[in-house]
């Protein structure tokens, strides 16, 4: 497993943008399947978006797609999560999650590794 810490997270307004980090632990980490997760008050943790160890799969969720980007530099074992046009719906607890696996999961249950969270809020 790899040990994982996101950073990023913070104040916006609407229509703002922020750029979240996620530093992995690990030797291993290009072969990863990476995912971003939220969770906001009072709901159940939703998938956001995931990118595959080669980088060229990617996968989001309908609410993100045209939005948010998700990326790696596995040379510094971090994925990112660009979040553009932010909305007071995107609110939540950010959290970063690993599998190695060779697919591209997008179910929470799919990720052994996760991150403790990094809080945004959006404001209207």
């Known amino acids: 497993q790899v040990q994982l810490v996101e950073s990023g997270g913070g104040l916006v307004q609407t229509g703002g943008s922020l750029r979240l980090s996620c530093a992995a632990s690990?030797?291993?980490?290009?072969?990863?399947?990476m995912g971003w997760f939220r969770q906001a008050p009072g709901k159940e943790r939703e998938f956001v978006a995931a990118i595959g160890w080669n980088v060229r799969s990617t996968a989001y969720a309908d609410s993100v797609k045209g939005r948010f980007t998700i990326s790696r530099d596995n040379a510094k074992n971090t994925v990112y999560l660009q979040m553009n046009s932010l909305k007071p719906e995107d609110t939540a607890v950010y959290y970063c999650a690993a599998r190695d696996t060779p697919l591209l999961p997008t179910i929470e249950s799919l990720f052994g590794s996760w991150g403790q969270g990094t809080q945004v809020t959006v404001s209207s």
């Open positions: 690990g030797r291993t980490f290009s072969t990863y399947a």
